[in-house]
């Protein structure tokens, strides 16, 4: 048999190609190798010379340890997720605080007040309210213990605040407060000497970790701070506002909507105090107030206050007020009150200033009321002008004696006369005319005294503005039945004796007293107030005539108002000096001055009225004290004004008889 070898056979060393490779020998179906035979041999590793071959590992051990690995990685994610959400939840909540949204209020810039003319006499400018973050200063925010104590320590100086108040805001009862303020309406140069030293110490904690920014939760609103031009001026009018911003007397209490506008709001997100710009915010822009017009004017304003100021000065006196009113709008031209008070500085007021004596005091008038009962008298046509009166030196009704300022013999007066020697007897005399007994008379003159005002408020709206005191008179006293005539036992405020005498010059008409003429909204339009109401008091007759028989109180050399004349211009006028209570002690200490009138007293234009209360040195006269105020501000009034002076005098109507 032959054996068959497995073993390629050797290549031939002659050019030509090669022999194919023989394949290895297949296995056979027959029978095995015979005995002797060599076994085939196995393969093995690869014959030298030959190329490696790489063969690729099982995947499965990769994938175990991939799988693995991710099972960590999501297992640390399950527990750090527990951690946050149950295990430290308020500790996260308590960081997620500080980077809440937060709402803060934008202030709406409050209206100015001007005079008719538009000068400023109340304006706003620009101020910060100084707030902090309590939280920000506990010891795990600055990592100090004090932190509280190093931020007012440096604050205090700046805002001439009480450090020790400054700390207890800093360090609230309540640990959660975010939010409290320092400091009210400082001025802008105020905040800038806060931030500046806030981001130096801001940037000295940069490069040294040792330093503490204590201001780093101190932040300001901006906000605005009421301001008065003027001090002094028309303070009686105009108020003040108090420390939150809002008006607290006089016309910035009385109009307080329309003056402060409506507040925004503002809602953003903050870290740490700061503004985060790319989270967001929401914004509703303030509507600003609307400016107040007056019928104020400035410059006679000042006149009135000037004047007044003088006399009380002079005269050492409690007070003393002035005002003047044009005769035939009703609008109020000055206030004056004296002493007044700076709106700026309440600190140093003294608390009895504040306020409008003018409309808040009430007063026995004196004999300037005894025009309402010359009105009553002549309306009713009980007499006139130039019915002789009979006055005694001493007249006795009820259980007491009457008499005049001074004693004299028996006078034979007109009634005309009555009035200008401001006789209180006469003026007794003729009121009893008014009806067939003395409780008819009454009744009557208390209707007119009604009319006129008296025992009303004026129509002004003023916060705090009095009645005055008119009892009906069936609870008029026996006394009162003969003292109200003469104005004694009636109370009245300045602006309704002043209304009382603008009726008179207005032909009988009376119209409401106002203050403000109109206003102008965030749009700029000019919107006008409500025409006043006007009422017919008396007939024009009866007031043409008392304007005749108030020139001779001026006029005649017989007259008590004298020192009131005005060269070219005819003025028509009435003095007063009634007993007055002290509102201390309710019973009468010293006396109320006055003086009232218009000019020129045959076309009317301006009402001025003038009350100096409790004049302790010098006269105490009303036509001694008042009357010299009356002139200077009537004189200044008129020219300002630009009223030509009239023509010559009529004829003066008779004082006296002869019987």
Not at 40 to 68: D, E, Y
Not at 305 to 319: F, G, H, P, Y
Request: hydrophobic share 35%; with cysteine; glycine share 10%.
């Amino acid at each position: 048999m032959t054996e068959v070898s497995d073993r390629e056979p050797p290549r031939r060393r002659v050019p030509g190609p090669a022999r194919p490779v023989r394949p290895a020998a297949r296995n056979r179906t027959g029978p095995g190798p015979g005995p002797g035979a060599r076994p085939a041999r196995r393969p093995g590793g690869p014959r030298p010379g030959a190329p490696k071959v790489i063969r690729l590992g099982s995947p499965r051990p990769r994938l175990r340890l991939v799988g693995v690995g991710l099972t960590l990685v999501m297992l640390a994610f399950v527990v750090r997720l527990f951690q946050v959400q149950a295990v430290d939840a308020s500790t996260y909540a308590g960081k997620a605080e500080r980077n809440r949204y937060v709402g803060q209020v934008l202030a709406a810039e409050r209206g100015e007040i001007t005079d008719r003319n538009g000068v400023a006499l109340a304006t706003s400018e620009d101020a910060y309210d100084i707030t902090a973050d309590p939280t920000m200063f506990a010891p795990d925010e600055l990592k100090v213990t004090d932190g509280p104590e190093q931020a007012a320590a440096l604050l205090a100086p700046i805002l001439g605040a009480d450090q020790e108040e400054l700390v207890r805001k800093l360090r609230p009862d309540n640990p959660s407060l975010r939010y409290v303020k320092l400091a009210g309406r400082q001025t802008p140069q105020v905040w800038k000497q806060i931030k500046d030293l806030k981001a130096a110490l801001a940037k000295k904690a940069e490069s040294d970790p040792s330093t503490v920014n204590a201001l780093a939760g101190v932040f300001s609103v901006p906000t605005s701070k009421r301001v008065y031009p003027n001090n002094e001026l028309a303070a009686g009018i105009l108020g003040w506002v108090n420390a939150e911003g809002k008006g607290s007397g006089g016309v910035e209490l009385q109009l307080e909507k329309r003056l402060a506008g409506e507040d925004g709001k503002i809602r953003y997100a903050q870290s740490g105090g700061r503004l985060v710009p790319t989270a967001g915010s929401t914004e509703t822009p303030a509507v600003p107030g609307s400016d107040i017009e007056l019928t104020i004017d400035r410059d006679i304003q000042w006149a009135a206050q000037n004047a007044i100021s003088k006399q009380v000065e002079e005269s050492a006196a409690d007070r003393g007020y002035v005002i003047v009113q044009d005769t035939r709008t009703g609008e109020v031209l000055a206030m004056a009150n004296a002493p007044g008070f700076d709106p700026n500085d309440l600190s140093e007021a003294d608390p009895k200033t504040l306020g409008n004596a003018a409309l808040q005091d009430a007063f026995e008038p004196g004999s300037t009321a005894k025009v309402l009962s010359m009105a009553a008298v002549l309306e009713e046509n009980a007499a006139t002008p130039g019915t002789h009166v009979v006055v005694p030196n001493r007249l006795h009704r009820g259980d007491r004696l009457f008499k005049d300022d001074i004693d004299h013999p028996t006078w034979y007066l007109t009634l005309n006369g009555v009035l200008a020697k401001s006789s209180n007897i006469g003026t007794i005399l003729a009121t009893g005319q008014l009806g067939k007994t003395q409780g008819q008379a009454n009744k009557v003159l208390y209707d007119y005294l009604r009319r006129f005002g008296l025992g009303s408020h004026t129509g002004l709206g003023f916060p705090g503005e009095t009645k005055g005191i008119l009892a009906p008179p069936d609870d008029w006293s026996t006394s009162q039945q003969y003292t109200i005539p003469f104005g004694q036992g009636v109370s009245i405020n300045a602006m309704q004796a002043a209304s009382v005498y603008s009726t008179i010059a207005n032909g009988g008409v009376r119209v409401e007293p106002t203050l403000v003429r109109g206003s102008k909204g965030p749009d700029g339009r000019f919107t006008p107030a409500p025409k006043p109401k006007e009422t017919r008091v008396v007939g024009e007759k009866t007031a043409k005539t008392l304007a005749r028989m108030l020139e001779s109180v001026v006029d005649d050399e017989e007259g008590t108002g004298t020192k009131a004349r005005i060269p070219g211009y005819r003025v028509a006028g009435k003095t007063g000096t009634a007993n007055r209570v002290d509102p201390a002690t309710g019973k009468y200490h010293g006396y109320t001055s006055s003086f009232a009138g218009f000019a020129p007293a045959d076309k009317p234009r301006i009402t001025v009225y003038c009350v100096i209360q409790n004049a302790t040195q010098g006269s105490y006269f009303g036509g001694q004290i008042c009357g010299p105020v009356f002139k200077q501000v009537m004189e200044f009034s008129l020219k300002t004004l630009q009223v030509p002076p009239t023509g010559a005098a009529p004829a003066a109507l008779p004082v006296t008889y002869q019987p």
